[in-house]
């Protein structure tokens, strides 16, 4: 197949560092451990085995809210699928069991 010339023509540019430095996570308080700043803090640091669990059983953090992500498109999409999947499994064992 044939795919023609290199794309050499095109230049990415960024400037500065992107930082997010409000997170909107008033709401969490009492409910899910933040950082400093206000980021969900999510696995290790919030004694939890899943990367993406929050302090607060059932409650997952994501993207740029949650604290130590790398604050970029395709992994705040790619850590939004992942974590589906844990919901799913999260709701199969909480859910009540008919009596
Ligand atoms: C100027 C700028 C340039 C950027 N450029 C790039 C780039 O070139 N490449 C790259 O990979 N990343 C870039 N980023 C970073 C990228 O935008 C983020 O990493 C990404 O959008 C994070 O996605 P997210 O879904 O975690 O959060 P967000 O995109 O911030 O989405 C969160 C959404 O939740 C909504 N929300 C918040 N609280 C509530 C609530 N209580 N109820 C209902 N809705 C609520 C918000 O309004 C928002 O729409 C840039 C960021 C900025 C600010």
């Given at each position: 197949m044939d795919i023609g010339e290199p794309?050499?023509?095109?230049?990415?540019?960024?400037e500065g560092e992107i930082e997010v430095v409000d997170p909107y996570t008033g709401w969490l308080s009492g409910l899910a451990a933040t950082d400093a700043k206000g980021f969900?803090?999510?696995g290790?640091?919030?004694?939890?085995?899943d990367d993406?669990?929050?302090t607060a059983?059932?409650?997952f953090a994501v993207g740029d809210v949650r604290a130590?992500?790398?604050k970029r498109v395709a992994s705040a999409v790619g850590e939004g699928?992942?974590?589906v999947s844990r919901i799913w499994q999260y709701l199969?064992?909480?859910?009540?069991k008919p009596g």
């Open positions: 794309l050499d023509r095109f230049v990415y540019v960024a969900a803090i999510t290790a640091g919030a004694g939890q085995a993406y669990a929050t059983p059932g409650i130590g992500s790398v699928s992942v974590v199969k064992d909480t859910r009540a």
